[in-house]
């Protein structure tokens, strides 16, 4: 069963518009962290932001929040009033306590079109 | 300034030639990652390394090798065994290996068999 599941494959969203992308999750272990990742084009891997799972918060990194639902097993990221240069790859992942080496497991992505 | 440096930043192999792609690092972390990524795909974890002189398999290590002879580097030899080997390929590391880590990476090497 796929850990990490990213149901849009591509987005698109008007310059200084907001946009969600989605992440769905599955684990047994209580101790976990969930990550985002931007890939532009140059195909360098850029972290974003982290939530743990026993943070009581929503994370948030600038002008990127992450909508933790604990629950529903979803790790949203919200982008705030896009800029062209948010247009790349987006990636989710997690890595599980539970795991040697605290390995990550990523999504397949999310092609992330900001338009003038 | 801290951080991953991979070479070559593009490779082309022959068939039936094994080749090395190297990964160094200057933060000092403990944990090391080699990842592949096809096309449009998100990554798969090819080796890992907690420790100097130790490493694991990760989900798609046919094909593949690793040494961890020093802290700082992480090589990856790609052999003749793995039969479809054009991939962009990632390393990373972090801190430690928990959770609570997330990975710096390197800017990756671009192989494709000619």
């Known amino acids: 069963a796929q850990k990490i599941t990213q149901t849009q494959p591509g987005m698109f969203v008007q310059e200084k518009e907001a946009v969600t992308l989605d992440c769905t999750y599955d684990?047994?272990?209580?101790?976990?962290?969930l990550f985002w990742y931007k890939q532009p084009s140059s195909g360098e891997m850029i972290f974003l932001i982290y939530?743990?799972?026993?943070?009581?918060q929503n994370a948030t990194e600038g002008r990127y929040s992450l909508n933790f639902q604990k629950a529903r097993k979803s790790a949203n990221l919200v982008i705030s009033a896009s800029q062209l240069g948010d247009s790349a790859m987006y990636f989710c992942?997690?890595?599980?306590?539970?795991?040697?080496?605290?390995?990550?497991?990523f999504g397949d992505g999310t092609t992330l079109t900001v338009k003038p | 300034d801290g951080g991953i440096t991979q070479s070559p930043k593009y490779l082309f192999r022959k068939e039936g030639q094994n080749v090395t792609l190297s990964c160094e690092q200057n933060?000092?972390?403990?944990?090391m990652y080699w990842y592949r990524q096809d096309p449009g795909q998100g990554l798969r974890l090819i080796y890992y390394?907690?420790?100097?002189?130790?490493?694991q398999k990760g989900d798609i290590a046919e094909g593949y090798s690793v040494s961890r002879e020093k802290k700082e580097s992480f090589p990856l030899t790609v052999t003749s065994a793995q039969k479809n080997p054009t991939a962009f390929y990632l390393c990373?590391?972090?801190?430690?290996?928990?959770?609570?880590?997330?990975?710096?990476f390197g800017s990756g090497t671009r192989l494709t068999v000619v």
């Open positions: 939530q743990g799972s026993y943070d009581e």
């Open positions: 390394s907690q420790i100097v002189n130790d490493f």
């Open positions: 933060l000092n972390h403990d944990a």
């Open positions: 684990t047994s272990d209580q101790s976990y962290g």
């Open positions: 992942a997690m890595r599980e306590d539970n795991t040697n080496a605290g390995k990550s497991t």
């Open positions: 990373a590391s972090s801190v430690t290996g928990t959770h609570r880590d997330g990975y710096t």
